[in-house]
């Protein structure tokens, strides 16, 4: 049973940092796509960071030299880095394995629970 459990959300002040932590088990995260999204309410789910199997990232321009992602193979775990935060990066951050694009929307073969991120002005 593949599970991905997210953690490290809470509350900070805008220009803070938090670090969010996706541990997997069921499946190893380094033969696999892993990747990061948000959704804050009454919005779509977002893409926020990409990892792939071989280590290349992508994020969505709105993060770019604030959030990191990264991963760590002995822990079989998925971080984000985020520095400098704004309050519109107020969500709930989702870990996702392999995901892809499906019609208008995101699909992938497992997702975390989820982690509040609020940050305030």
């Known amino acids: 049973q593949v599970q991905l459990v997210e953690s490290g959300g809470g509350l900070v002040q805008a220009g803070g940092s938090l670090r969010l932590s996706c541990v997997a088990s069921g499946i190893i995260v380094n033969i696999n796509e892993m990747a990061w999204y948000r959704q804050a309410p009454g919005k779509e789910r977002e893409f926020v960071a990409f990892?792939?199997?071989?280590?290349?990232?992508s994020y969505v321009d709105s993060v770019k030299a604030r959030f990191t992602i990264s991963r760590d193979n002995a822990k079989n775990t998925v971080y984000l880095q985020m520095n400098s935060l704004k309050p519109e990066d107020t969500a709930v951050y989702y870990c996702a394995a392999n995901p892809r694009p499906f019609l208008q929307s995101v699909v992938a073969d497992h997702w975390g629970q989820g982690t509040q991120v609020t940050v305030s002005s």
């Open positions: 990892i792939t199997s071989g280590g290349s990232t």
